[in-house]
């Protein structure tokens, strides 16, 4: 099997391993430790776990960090040497549980089990077991079984001439998801179009090669580091040449995978620097990958990164939770696997009509079967994550405790079945093309059930050590050999009733412990009465202990045959586990049909419970929503939130200027409308009252930006960067949301290019668009473009209060009420009536900025010794307070004279 490279980038944990294993080479060291060091040296990328006896211990460097992670004991080997060598480990039966925890921390972990028992004189050899990474979680513990769906993927890039003799990178992306057998391909591709794809996959793991075309490429490489910045820490992993170059691995033969001999030379190269990477976790075992996919998606709507993360598709902005984000509304699923297609469907929604009206037709009878729905996700919720059982079959690793579980959960599919038939086979009910399909492709595995209810007991032990697990009729010899054990115990039993009876000695037992076997027990107040033909073997404070010639003939049989019948049973299962690869793609087809069933269902019970409808699909380029509600603040403002209308159509409103204050609901507003759209493409049913939606190809959301600082861009250059992308990608049929773009430059600036890059939208591209700005002269461009229509956040001022209705109304704004917002803000009073002053000083001069019109002030403002209000403002101010806490329905005609006695008093 493959390993890991022995080039790695500068300042990996490759140069510490190596740097104090140079150290360490004086022999000092134990055996056990140098054969530690030499597997950390073969796998730097992992945290490696050593089995000594009944713990798995961790030394140097690992020891500290997994100590730190998971606040464990640190502790030291030869504690009384200079140096001592820092240790900290785990229970041999939990360690599983600690795996998970690391890697779901982003490292990965190599686990090196004993493989012969201790002998006095001789080390204990070794070997390496497993390794769990980020991505490649399939020989995980119970942990990884509630995971699933990461993408590890490969990048080859080669250097190519431009016409004008420049040299640009250009290459192959492949990634899987390593329990669908399956991987994808993407070429060619820039290393922008890379970018793109990787922070649009959420790619877990990225491996690279070390050099391209003999120039070494590691973490200084400028577009390495670019692919840094949007993958988790330790994500990239390099590999050799070795990797890229051979034809096949040691077991794996390339151009047996479908499409593989179809692809380009760089393309070929990623796909073996994947799966050699894939072959080297997985250890001594073999993942069957059967096909390679164009990755090209020409059936869904395109969601960049940056858009993904603005609507909060799959995780929020604020501490990256599920809850919170649209995958944490939707999921309503009772499967692992139910639970990872709903991602990809969010992530990629359709463009079809008729397969967006398939799923809605689906909704919709699940929606209103309510019992039906209520069966069906009951009956799910014992299937397990069959899709990960049939990865770890295919891998020979799979453990008759989880084939069990598999076994039960087939079990269900008959009574899946049956519920389905009831929807599909009623002749006067509603129809659904999906729900009929996955009624005829949800195909019960009777030969695969049947071998199982045939070979594995009920309830099979978690560990193999000590059998137990097969049937006593799966094998005849087997069933032998344990009957001689049973027996065995039954002749025990009597001996030791023959034995009471025959000596007088009632206290007399035969017991069993690992030193001595069996043997009889005899207390020292019975010792006068021992038979002459007892053997003495152990003598004990208050009993001796003997054997006879016939007990020690009896347990020589029944050891045997016990460590027969294991040895035996462990080989019946091996071959068992290898018969069952041939029923690996039957499971994977039932885990699809029936994920797609579990998320249907999700959507059915997310429309009953949320007051959700179905969406009608329109040929025409529209999106009119009656009543729309944002799907999460829905959920939790219930009855407070204020729904709103939406027209976009291309008779004269392709595109929405949306002006109004802050504070008013407009990013919530772009928000719901855009998840409204995404809920109807893939095929759930939406929070409004009615909707109608012509479908799209692609979704731009620029909804607020922040500095790059690792780019060293702005945030005006990344705002810059986001318009650059939308008016290049977006067509006729793209929705674009784009709320406050200009903001980071002077006022003259930031307005120029709003200006220009809605009429760029308006009136080039002509796609269904909302623009929401602060610059009000971008209103007067619904005289001047087609299809521009003006829309503004409702307001209301009562008794100098302003109150934001969070309802969108036709027509601008009047004005956007910072200074309003800025008083809700609790900013001081004397920087607000300087604020007043300066803003009725603009608008009255009509020039673009304060700054321009009274330098001085404006200067003095800002400067470290601020302007003071002037002391009249100062006595206005208080005339203001004073009228302010006049309550008219409470005041007496003597207090009002007196409260005008005030007032003349301060207007004097």
């Not at 050699?276 to 960049?304: C, F, H, K, P, W």
């Not at 008959?414 to 002749?427: A, M, R, W, Y």
């Not at 099979?460 to 697990?469: K, M, N």
Request: aromatic share 4%.
């Amino acid at each position: 099997m493959a390993q890991a490279a022995s080039q790695i980038p500068a300042g990996d944990s490759s140069e510490v391993t190596e740097r104090k294993s140079s150290k360490r080479k004086t022999g000092a060291l134990s055996p056990m430790l140098q054969k530690y060091i030499q597997y950390k040296e073969e796998y730097p990328d992992c945290l490696l776990f050593c089995q000594v006896g009944d713990f798995y211990e961790l030394f140097f460097d690992d020891a500290v960090t997994v100590s730190r992670c998971l606040n464990l004991t640190l502790t030291s080997r030869d504690k009384n040497q200079a140096e001592p060598i820092p240790m900290c480990g785990v229970p041999l039966a939990v360690v599983d549980g600690y795996v998970d925890r690391l890697v779901d921390l982003g490292y990965s972990v190599a686990i090196v089990s004993q493989c012969s028992d201790p002998v006095p004189g001789k080390m204990v050899e070794r070997k390496l077991e497993r390794i769990v990474t980020p991505a490649i979680r399939v020989m995980g513990g119970v942990k990884s079984e509630a995971s699933g769906g990461e993408i590890v993927a490969s990048v080859v890039l080669t250097l190519s001439a431009s016409s004008g003799g420049a040299q640009t990178l250009e290459g192959a992306l492949a990634h899987t998801e390593i329990e669908s057998g399956a991987i994808t391909m993407l070429e060619p591709l820039s290393v922008e179009q890379i970018v793109e794809e990787i922070q649009k996959l959420a790619v877990r793991e990225l491996i690279l090669p070390d050099a391209i075309q003999g120039k070494k490429v590691d973490m200084r490489s400028p577009w390495v580091r670019r692919l840094q910045q949007i993958l988790p820490e330790g994500g990239i992993k390099f590999r050799s040449d070795r990797y890229l170059n051979a034809s096949t691995s040691e077991d794996r033969d390339f151009s047996a995978i479908q499409g593989f001999t179809m692809l380009g030379v760089v393309a070929k190269k990623a796909v073996k620097l994947l799966l050699n990477y894939v072959d080297e976790t997985t250890v001594d075992s073999i993942m069957s990958i059967d096909q390679i996919r164009n990755g090209a998606e020409e059936d869904v709507v395109l969601i960049d990164a940056t858009t993904r993360a603005n609507l909060e598709l799959v995780k929020t902005l604020k501490g990256g939770e599920e809850e919170g984000s649209l995958y944490g509304y939707l999921k309503q699923t009772v499967t692992p696997g139910g639970a990872r297609l709903l991602k990809k469907w969010i992530l990629h929604p359709l463009r079809d009509a008729s397969a967006i009206q398939e799923r809605l037709s689906a909704v919709r009878i699940l929606k209103a079967q309510s019992f039906v729905r209520n069966e069906l996700q009951s009956l799910l919720a014992s299937i397990p994550d069959l899709e990960r059982g049939a990865a770890r079959i295919d891998l020979g690793i799979v453990t008759p405790l989880e084939l069990a579980v598999i076994r039960d959960g087939l079990a269900q599919v008959p009574s899946v079945l049956h519920q389905l038939q009831i929807l599909t086979k009623d002749p006067e009910g509603d129809k659904s093309q999906l729900l009929a399909k996955l009624s005829q492709q949800i195909v019960f595995p009777v030969g695969l059930h049947q071998k199982l209810k045939d070979a594995l007991v009920e309830n099979p032990p978690l560990s193999l050590v000590d059998g137990g697990y097969l049937q006593n009729d799966y094998n005849q010899e087997l069933s032998r050999l344990r009957a001689i054990r049973s027996e065995g115990n039954k002749w025990l039993t009597t001996l030791e009733a023959e034995e009471k009876e025959s000596t007088g000695i009632p206290s007399l037992k035969v017991k069993y412990n690992n030193v001595l076997g069996y043997f009889i027990e005899v207390t020292r107040t019975h010792l006068k009465k021992v038979p002459d033909h007892y053997i003495k073997r152990q003598s004990m404070v208050n009993a001796e202990r003997y054997t006879t010639e016939a007990l020690k003939q009896r347990e020589e049989e029944i050891l045997n045959s016990k460590a027969k019948a294991i040895k035996l049973e462990r080989e019946l299962f091996d071959e068992f586990k290898s018969n069952l690869k041939a029923f690996c793609a039957e499971i994977k087809s039932l885990h699809t049909h029936l994920a797609t069933l579990d998320v249907l269902l999700a959507f059915a019970r997310v429309a009953e419970d949320n007051g959700c409808v179905e969406p009608q699909l329109s040929a025409d380029k529209i999106l009119h929503i009656e009543q729309g509600r944002h799907p999460i603040l829905d959920q939790i403002l219930q009855q407070r939130f204020i729904p709103n209308d939406l027209l976009l159509d291309a008779q004269g409103r392709t595109c929405l200027l949306l002006t109004g204050p802050n504070m008013g609901g407009k990013s919530t507003y772009l928000r719901q409308s855009a998840l409204i759209a995404l809920l109807t493409h893939i095929g759930a049913f939406v929070p409004a009252r009615s909707a109608t939606v012509g479908v799209m190809d692609r979704v731009f959301a620029r909804l607020g930006a922040s500095d790059d600082i690792a780019e060293g861009d702005s945030t005006f250059m990344v705002e810059m960067k986001e318009a650059s992308l939308i008016l290049s990608k977006a067509t006729e049929s793209s929705l674009v949301l784009i709320d406050e773009i200009g903001r980071g430059t002077a006022t003259s600036d930031g307005r120029s290019l709003a200006q220009a890059i809605l009429e760029s939208i308006a009136a080039s591209i002509k796609c269904r668009t909302i623009f929401a700005t602060h610059f009000h002269e971008l209103t007067a461009l619904e005289k001047d473009i087609t299809g521009v229509k003006n829309i503004s956040v409702g307001s209301l001022e009562k008794e100098d209060q302003v109150y934001f209705t969070h309802e969108i109304c036709d027509g601008p704004a009047s004005r956007s009420y910072g200074i309003e917002v800025a008083t809700m803000a609790g900013l001081p009073s004397e920087v607000l009536l300087r604020a007043r002053d300066l803003l009725q000083r603009v608008s009255s001069s009509a020039v673009e900025t304060p700054a321009e019109s009274q330098p001085s002030q404006q200067l003095s403002f800002f400067s470290s010794s601020p302007q003071v209000p002037s002391k009249e403002e100062k006595e206005l101010e208080k005339i203001r307070n004073l009228i302010d806490e006049i309550q008219i329905e409470h005041t007496t005609p003597l207090k009002a004279l007196h409260i005008l006695e005030e007032l003349k008093t301060l207007l004097s």
